[in-house]
């Protein structure tokens, strides 16, 4: 774990923010963090609708000790708030997840999604213009054609570089439900969208229809026990799909099975430990994250004290169950009153597979060694985090004498929680969302 | 945070079970307090949310009224592991993982441990988890959300714990004499919230 007891912070802010922290505008909270596959990209979205990407850039010759930061690429209002008049329901623009697709050309394509509608957007470069029209002049008004004497080849000069985000699809009207989760297949043609009682697969050219993939809802609603939590597609096999569910447990799927997949090839579940039983067991159990590792081995999930990791060949319980912040186990009651027990944490894997992170509150996270089940606690903030400082572990004091540098549970900062956070997919470089302000983080240079 | 409050949350501590039944009171008005304000919520009803809410306030209710698959949200008490129960399991409670372990016991008829809904089987809860209301004139190919009308689900726990006070009365009489004076204080605390109920 050596590598990260020592990290480079760079912070940056979205565009439009105050600066001081505690007067942010509600629509700046960034609502999700994402890294495309070649980690030149960082993609977030916040609950005002808009997308912010950050690219990173070529590493210099004159600075070498300068790793590549990442800098703001582009910015573009994703999602607005719509009205549903029918059912006189106001449909939020936050940005619920945002998957990049592989790249195939010169542009980058991205899925975002609120609650009821997904698009796919196109961002590309543009450093060139055409100049010498014949029939407009250069500010694009309509020459007279009784003017023009001689005809030219219009020619592409040299610009200075524009970005930008185009809509090329929208999938919209097919969720009755809010979505939660979307994810791309690995054929690259087609991508789910999960909402709280349905999936819905789509091919990426077809906006007017989905196939309904899984189907959860009762006939009658009175029934309703559980809902889908978090869905996503295999790495490598692009038949197989997982979802959870909010009373704890993953469904496996092979799409080849049956064209609905109500009934699942594997079912993972833990059976409840008897002396953490409370009215808030199942609350506490709901999964809030499920994640496919990058070999297509394991799974991990995220419920509310617990981050585990589950062997696709057992399902009668995970392979390694990590505790994130079991002293809040004694204050559930509090966290119900107070809201933050729905709090729904996202969990990610390292590159290798051997790191596992997530966030807490107080605007720490965890990060969890699986080989050498060693863990740490870091902590995003202004004021730890000046350039080129190193990280300083935190710990949390748990009852008893409280020694210097640590915290004590009473004294957490509950409004301030890491929700959101990514991981380059080949280096140690980290992506971290507090609220409204995006820490990245990156392995020390020597 | 109120350490007292918590221990009672988890059934501990002196006058446990007099406690929990006090925190399991509070639980409810807490929770009918969330579903109420979920109405005004932008975006609309949440239904994951609400779905948990209502877990927990069937829950704490059952234990409150004390009716059968209430100790789903009790801790055990100390002493041996029980057998595995398969009632308790009929009931809808998780199984857990001494009975996991057990599960090819000829004992337990052969339904699954596993079942998920237990609002099915368990009649005596009354509560359904979600009581629909379908708007009027909903044309019928659009889909209703179906996370009801809130205000209707709050009258149906009105009537429900209107009734409470009826049946902590009786309840009250059916144990020791020395036990009564301490149900008084609880009874009167009730009144004013269980107004409060009706009136939304």
Same mark, same amino acid.
């Given at each position: ?446 | 945070?109120? *350490?007292?409050?918590?221990?009672? +949350?988890?059934?501990?501590? =002196?006058? /446990?079970?007099? &406690?929990?039944?006090? !925190?399991?009171? %509070? ?63 009929? *009931?809808?409670?998780?199984?857990? +993982?001494?009975?996991?372990? =057990?599960? /090819?016991?000829? &004992?337990?008829?052969? !339904?699954?441990? %596993? ?86």
């Amino acid at each position: 774990m050596k590598c990260f007891s020592r990290y480079l912070p760079y912070i940056f802010r979205p565009p439009n923010t105050i600066l001081s922290c505690s007067c942010h505008t509600e629509a700046d909270i960034i609502s999700t963090v994402e890294f495309n596959h070649t980690g030149e990209l960082l993609a977030t979205g916040d609950k005002g609708g808009r997308v912010v990407i950050f690219q990173r850039e070529q590493e210099s010759k004159n600075q070498p000790h300068r790793r590549g930061e990442y800098n703001v690429y582009s910015t573009f209002q994703s999602h607005e708030p719509e009205f549903d008049y029918l059912k006189s329901l106001e449909i939020e623009e936050k940005i619920n997840k945002i998957r990049w697709l592989p790249q195939q050309n010169a542009a980058y394509f991205l899925l975002s999604t609120n609650d009821k509608t997904v698009k796919l957007w196109k961002v590309s470069e543009r450093d060139k213009r055409p100049e010498g029209y014949n029939l407009k002049d250069e500010d694009g008004r309509l020459r007279d054609p009784s003017m023009i004497t001689m005809l030219r080849v219009p020619v592409l000069r040299p610009m200075d570089l524009m970005v930008e985000a185009t809509p090329r699809r929208v999938f919209a009207n097919a969720h009755t439900y809010h979505i939660n989760s979307i994810s791309v297949n690995s054929d690259y043609e087609t991508y789910m969208s999960a909402d709280d009682l349905r999936i819905n697969l789509w091919n990426f050219e077809i906006t007017n229809q989905s196939f309904n993939i899984v189907d959860i809802k009762p006939a009658n609603m009175e029934e309703l026990t559980e809902v889908i939590t978090a869905a996503e597609f295999h790495p490598h096999h692009c038949n197989t799909f997982v979802y959870s569910s909010s009373k704890g447990t993953i469904r496996l799927c092979d799409m080849r099975a049956s064209a609905l997949c109500d009934r699942h090839s594997k079912f993972f579940e833990e059976p409840e430990d008897p002396s953490n039983r409370s009215f808030f067991s199942e609350i506490i159990s709901s999964i809030s994250d499920v994640k496919f590792s990058h070999s297509g081995r394991y799974i991990m999930t995220r419920d509310y004290l617990t981050v585990k990791v589950w062997d696709l060949n057992m399902e009668n319980r995970p392979i390694e169950t990590y505790q994130v912040h079991d002293y809040l186990r004694s204050k559930l009651c509090s966290l119900y009153e107070n809201d933050c027990i729905f709090d729904k944490f996202e969990c990610v894997w390292n590159g290798s597979d051997s790191v596992i992170m997530t966030g807490s509150y107080n605007n720490f996270f965890r990060m969890f060694d699986r080989n050498t089940k060693r863990d740490v606690t870091l902590e995003a903030s202004r004021e730890n985090s000046k350039p080129r400082a190193i990280l300083k572990p935190r710990k949390v004091c748990v009852g008893g004498k409280r020694r210097k540098d640590e915290i004590s549970v009473d004294s957490l900062d509950f409004s301030k929680k890491i929700l959101h956070t990514a991981w380059h997919p080949s280096e140690n470089i980290i992506a971290v969302a507090a609220t409204n302000n995006l820490y990245i983080f990156q392995d020390k240079v020597n | 945070f109120s *350490r007292r409050r918590e221990r009672a +949350a988890r059934g501990l501590g =002196a006058g /446990g079970a007099m &406690e929990f039944r006090l !925190e399991a009171h %509070r639980i409810v008005s807490i929770s009918l307090g969330k579903i109420y304000s979920a109405r005004g919520q932008r975006g609309g009803l949440k239904l994951h949310k609400n779905l948990l809410v209502s877990l927990v306030l069937r829950s704490a209710r059952r234990v409150y009224l004390g009716e059968p698959g209430g100790e789903c949200a009790l801790p055990p008490r100390p002493g041996p592991p029980p057998p595995p129960d398969c009632e308790r399991l009929r *009931r809808g409670c998780r199984p857990l +993982a001494s009975e996991a372990a =057990a599960r /090819g016991r000829p &004992e337990c008829p052969a !339904e699954s441990p %596993r079942k998920r809904s237990a609002a099915e089987r368990d009649p005596a809860a009354g509560y359904p988890g979600k009581k629909p209301r379908r708007e009027t004139e909903q044309p019928p190919p659009q889909e209703d959300m179906e996370t009801g009308n809130v205000a209707s689900l709050i009258s149906i726990f009105g009537s429900g714990f209107s009734g409470l006070l009826g049946k902590e009365r009786g309840a009250a009489e059916a144990t020791e004499p020395g036990q009564v004076c301490c149900e008084q204080p609880v009874l009167r605390s009730l009144n004013p919230w269980s107004t409060a109920i009706v009136a939304f």
